[in-house]
Every structure is written in structure tokens, then in C-alpha cells.
């Protein structure tokens, strides 16, 4: 079983930027790991996931805003955001996938808000 453990939400204003982190911890293999995201009466939407072996996949309505990196020594995901817009706001919640396509989920973070004001 593994346990992901988010980090690093929070409020900020336009334009500003969080970074959000991830760490998995427990016996189970992970591939995939990732974000995503739900704002109030939206459905959730995949943000942006990295593979084990570093291939990376954007959201484009985040894409040239938002890196995700990790660090497979620590089993962390991070997710570096930057230019925020209002529009960001939601839950973000971390995911992970014994494959490497991350919307074959396996385990989730209980998530963090991120509140971005205008």
C-alpha cells in the first residue's frame, strides 16, 4: 500500500506563484505520479503528471505556467505554478499509478486547496 502526502497550498493573489509537493511513502511500486484538480461544480481535471522515467505531461490550460518534477530518490512529486489566475483555484490532489499512464490511478492524496484572488 502507499500513502501520498501533499504540501504547499495555500491563498495567494494573481500572479503569484505556490509550489505544491507530493511524497509517497509505503511498499507499493509507483510509476506515475501527478495532479489534479477540482474547482466547485467542475469536474476534475488532470493538471500535470510525470512518469518514473521523467516524461512529463501538461494540461494545456496550464501549460508554460506549471512544471511538475520529481525526485524519485524521495518519491516526491512537485508542482512549481506560477502566473497564477483566479481560474486556478480548486482542490489540487495528488495521484499515483503503478503504470505510467496517471489516469490509471492507483492511490490519491486526500488533496489541498489552493485559493488564488483576483
Known amino acids: 500500500q502507499v500513502e501520498l502526502v501533499e504540501s504547499g497550498g495555500g491563498s495567494v493573489q494573481a500572479g503569484g506563484s505556490l509550489r505544491l509537493s507530493c511524497a509517497a511513502s509505503?511498499?507499493?511500486?509507483?510509476?506515475?505520479m501527478g495532479w489534479y484538480r477540482q474547482a466547485p461544480g467542475k469536474p476534475r481535471e488532470m493538471v500535470a503528471a510525470i512518469t518514473r522515467g521523467g516524461i512529463s505531461n501538461i494540461a494545456d490550460s496550464v501549460k508554460g505556467r506549471f512544471t511538475i518534477f520529481r525526485d524519485n530518490d524521495k518519491d516526491t512529486v512537485y508542482l512549481e505554478m506560477n502566473s497564477l489566475k483566479p481560474d486556478d483555484t480548486a482542490v489540487y490532489s495528488c495521484a499515483a499509478a503503478r503504470s505510467r499512464w496517471i489516469w490509471e490511478v492507483d492511490y490519491w492524496g486526500r488533496g489541498t486547496q489552493v485559493t488564488v484572488s483576483s
Open positions: 509505503g511498499s507499493g511500486f509507483i510509476n506515475a
